[in-house]
């Protein structure tokens, strides 16, 4: 199936931990990104690559670090995780101004 | 701060009915507005998307109406059902592809 697809879908863990989410697609996508969907369901953009290139990085704490390894994956890695890091995160990629199309989510539990 | 204002927060109608959503904008550097519909559990999926040269269009029974000098725009489902039932983004794009969300309208179609 063609889409966007990250792993895992929950992750429960204890704060101080160190994390990581996976993300990859195969539409074929030039751009990938990051948000975040907090409590409220306020859905915020962290990061954007395209090409493997930060194009945008708003203001996120630097324990949250992004690693694209080709066009196709973008990663998410957390450092230290805190009890406000609880959220969902979504991946979702686009073709270079294109409408982002979206992951399913990883549901993150810092306890 | 608020790019896209969005509202009501939750809405509920009977079946048949025509729950109209709304979203205001400032930037006017923003070239694209899409909508997403989101299930519970489930990533957002674009449900339909306007650029600011038209002032309405349709897909199946949901419509963008959008007035470009009032910096607004609407999403209007016709023949509303219960599986319509689900939180709906606006969401303002510019081409960079930086995409900011409304605070997501929760719908609830009743049988």
């Known amino acids: 199936d063609t889409a966007v697809s990250q792993t895992p879908k929950y992750l429960v863990t204890q704060m101080g931990n160190d994390k990581s989410i996976k993300c990859e697609q195969n539409?074929?996508?030039?751009?990938m990104y990051w948000y975040k969907q907090d409590s409220k369901k306020f859905l915020k953009i962290m990061f954007s690559y395209n090409n493997k290139e930060l194009i945008i990085n708003e203001t996120v704490p630097n324990r949250f670090s992004p690693k694209s390894p080709d066009k196709a994956h973008l990663n998410l890695h957390i450092n230290s995780l805190e009890l406000g890091d609880s959220a969902v995160y979504f991946c979702?990629?686009?073709?270079?101004?294109?409408?982002?199309?979206f992951g399913q989510g990883t549901r993150l539990t810092v306890v | 701060q608020q790019q896209v204002k969005q509202s009501p927060q939750s809405l509920i109608v009977q079946k048949g009915g025509i729950p109209i959503i709304n979203c205001a904008y400032e930037n006017t550097a923003f070239d694209y507005f899409p909508w997403y519909q989101q299930f519970p559990g489930k990533g957002p999926a674009l449900l339909i998307a306007i650029r600011p040269d038209v002032s309405e269009k349709k897909e199946g029974r949901f419509t963008i109406s959008f007035n470009k000098s009032a910096k607004q725009f609407s999403l209007h489902i016709m023949d509303s059902q219960p599986g319509d039932s689900a939180t709906y983004f606006c969401a303002s794009q510019t081409g960079a592809n930086n995409l900011f969300f409304g605070t997501g309208t929760r719908l609830t179609v009743i049988p």
């Open positions: 539409l074929g996508h030039d751009t």
């Open positions: 979702a990629s686009s073709q270079r101004d294109g409408i982002p199309f």
